[in-house]
């Protein structure tokens, strides 16, 4: 159902871009995220966009440095991670769920699409 690309090895201050495509019953319907979960710690939240594309919410310690975006006519959503820093390393994952982007935010999603791992190196 969703399907993220767009990982890789980058060195600090590079950027990289990561793709997440959903299936179009999700996408249509669902608020989309990105979260990550760095070794050894938990699963966080990094971006959520709401349906509409509007007004986006970031953590802090990505905003200003990440933008995340929605493409309706490919169904998918994208995270554009500038100035990569080495605290950055993590599994990322795409999650899509039902409902207010406060809840996306603090829950999770209700479907989560395989991580694609970014590394930055210092």
């Known amino acids: 159902q969703l399907q993220a690309s767009g990982g890789g090895l980058v060195q600090a201050g590079d950027s990289l871009r990561l793709s997440c495509a959903a299936s179009?019953?999700?996408?249509?319907?669902?608020?989309m995220g990105w979260f990550r979960q760095a070794p050894g710690k938990e699963r966080e939240f990094v971006a959520a966009?709401?349906?509409?594309?509007?007004?986006?919410e970031y953590a802090g310690s990505v905003k200003g440095r990440f933008t995340i975006s929605r493409e309706n006519a490919k169904n998918t959503v994208y995270l554009q991670m500038n100035s990569l820093k080495p605290e950055d390393t993590a599994v990322h994952y795409c999650?899509?769920?039902?409902?207010?982007?406060?809840?996306?935010?603090?829950?999770?999603?209700?479907?989560w699409g395989k991580g694609t791992l970014v590394t930055v190196s210092s």
């Open positions: 999650g899509a769920r039902v409902g207010p982007i406060a809840t996306m935010i603090r829950n999770g999603g209700d479907y």
């Open positions: 179009g019953r999700i996408f249509n319907y669902y608020v």
């Open positions: 966009i709401r349906l509409s594309g509007g007004s986006p």
